[in-house]
């Protein structure tokens, strides 16, 4: 008789584990479905990364020092430790489960003063790279 209930606590282990094997791939399975939005429901935005403003790239002078630059921009997101002279500032943002966008500046340098930049932002008319000619699509052209 003892054996027999053994078995059926086995059996219910059994069932009880299926079940829930079961019920994980069910719901898994339903993962890649778009879930309702619920009306006035709060949805917290989204922000990785440097913020990144115009002001900021305007106060981006060429020749500057490194500790400059990270004054002005702060520490930058990506420093590539097989391209040393070459800083990746990247934000991501992501309003309210909107779409998500992404903003990305690159700076480079030579010996250890900033030469250029490319990337999302142009610097302003009153920025000192107009005065040297240097802008983003000349920097592109020395990186390739």
Known sequence: ???????????????????IV????TTSACSGMRVP????VYKIPIAQGNIITQEMIDQLEPGMTRRQVV?????PLVRDPFQQDRWDYVFNYQPGGGIRGQER????FENDLLVSLSGDFEP???SAWFDTGNTADDSADTNS
């Open 1 to 19: 008789m003892q054996s027999r209930s053994i078995k059926k606590s086995h059996l219910k282990s059994y069932v009880t584990f299926a079940g």
């Open 22 to 25: 079961i019920l994980a791939l």
């Open 37 to 40: 939005q619920f009306p006035g």
């Open 71 to 75: 004054f002005v921009m702060g520490t």
């Open 105 to 108: 500046v690159s700076l480079n």
């Open 124 to 126: 302003g008319p009153e």
